[in-house]
């Protein structure tokens, strides 16, 4: 069992930054691949980024590409991702999710991601 625990949102006008931090604990959750999804109200859940357990093979999605930087620190297991340039429609729920398998943090396989945090706000005002 892999326990994800989300920290770090909130409200910021457009343009600012924030980051948020996504701490793993658990069996072998240094061997998981971690990634952010987000849902805004009424939409999909919609994938973010994604990061391999050894800290490479990062990915974006195309909205959030050049703005949107997904870290790992492995000593501490935590998973950052840090947001620039925040745009209103960004605002959503972001979720912290971690599976062995770096290939389901997509939108076609997060179904199959076998653990999420529990969810945190960010908004972004005009």
């Known amino acids: 069992q892999v326990q994800l625990l989300e920290s770090g949102g909130g409200l910021v006008q457009a343009g600012e930054s924030m980051r948020l931090s996504c701490s793993a604990s658990?069996?072998?959750?240094?061997?998981?691949?971690m990634g952010w999804f987000r849902q805004a109200p009424g939409k999909e859940r919609e994938f973010v980024a994604r990061?391999?357990?050894?800290?490479?093979?990062?990915y974006y999605a195309d909205s959030v590409r050049g703005r949107f930087t997904i870290t790992r620190e492995t000593t501490t297991n935590t998973a950052y991702l840090q947001m620039d340039n925040l745009l209103p429609e960004d605002t959503a729920v972001y979720y912290c999710?971690?599976?062995?398998?770096?290939?389901?943090?997509?939108?076609?396989?997060?179904?199959?991601?076998?653990?999420w945090g529990q969810g945190i706000q960010v908004t972004v005002s005009s």
């Open positions: 999710g971690a599976d062995p398998m770096l290939a389901y943090f997509s939108n076609e396989q997060y179904n199959r991601v076998q653990f």
């Open positions: 658990g069996r072998q959750s240094t061997n998981y691949a």
């Open positions: 990061i391999s357990a050894l800290g490479g093979g990062t």
